[in-house]
């Protein structure tokens, strides 16, 4: 008996799944050098040695987005319902991933000895995060009520000869909702930065090891969560 081959929308997502855990297991590692150059004191050495794994950490993140997007010029209705994360890591999804704006709140909390003038440059941001996020999430909002407009829900009733009209207006969708997921991913991407430009090296690392101790405590609770639950869990 053969089986049926996979589907493009199946193998991207089984590719992606098998490149998240080792992503992960890679996170852990990151996070591990992270906490130890932060407790090092300054030297040349070691100036240069946190330079090299804060490059890695940020490289890290690219080969992230990257994969993701991926996965989005296939089937971006993953990246709104990823079976890779647990109940709970979903649940705090907005457009794809976390919000921006919760970057900046790991700032508030886990970086120490921030000056006035890094205190005000972060604000700034924030105000400007908080903005983009109200656009981007407008856009969405507006692709959602297209999904729920009287042509689209009546495509889903009609008859066998007009299957190629909803298919077209699926493809529409998918469209749409890649672009508001690229500017959603993008905001993401380039807060990270503009943080990365404000903080010092001492800094950078200290901002880098919350975020990745927060996704991973996030993530272990989601499972632990889900275990008592019975939901999904990958």
Request: proline fraction near 4%; aromatic fraction near 6%.
């Amino acid at each position: 008996m053969t089986t049926s081959p996979n589907t493009p929308q199946q193998n991207v997502q089984q590719s992606f799944e098998a490149f998240y855990q080792k992503w992960l297991s890679s996170q852990e590692n990151l996070l591990e050098r992270l906490l130890t150059v932060s407790a090092m004191p300054d030297s040349a050495a070691e100036v240069e040695r946190r330079s090299r794994l804060i490059e890695e950490v940020m490289c890290h993140y690219r080969q992230y987005l990257e994969e993701k997007s991926k996965v989005a010029s296939v089937d971006v209705f993953l990246l709104f319902s990823p079976t890779w994360l647990s109940a709970y890591e979903g649940a705090l999804l907005w457009i794809g991933d976390y919000k921006p704006s919760l970057i900046l709140r790991l700032v508030d909390g886990a970086v120490e000895g921030l000056t006035a003038e890094q205190r005000e440059r972060v604000e700034r941001m924030r105000e400007e995060t908080k903005r983009a996020e109200r656009e981007v999430s407008e856009a969405m909002a507006s692709v959602q009520e297209s999904m729920a407009s009287p042509r689209v829900v009546g495509l889903v009733r009609v008859l066998d000869g007009e299957i190629t009209e909803l298919e077209s207006a699926i493809e529409g969708l998918k469209r749409a909702l890649v672009r508001v997921w690229k500017r959603a991913d993008e905001l993401r991407a380039s807060t990270v930065r503009k943080v990365v430009g404000i903080l010092s090296p001492p800094q950078t690392v200290q901002f880098l090891a919350a975020t990745m101790l927060f996704q991973m405590r996030v993530r272990k609770w989601g499972l632990q969560r889900d275990e008592v639950d019975g939901g999904p869990s990958s």
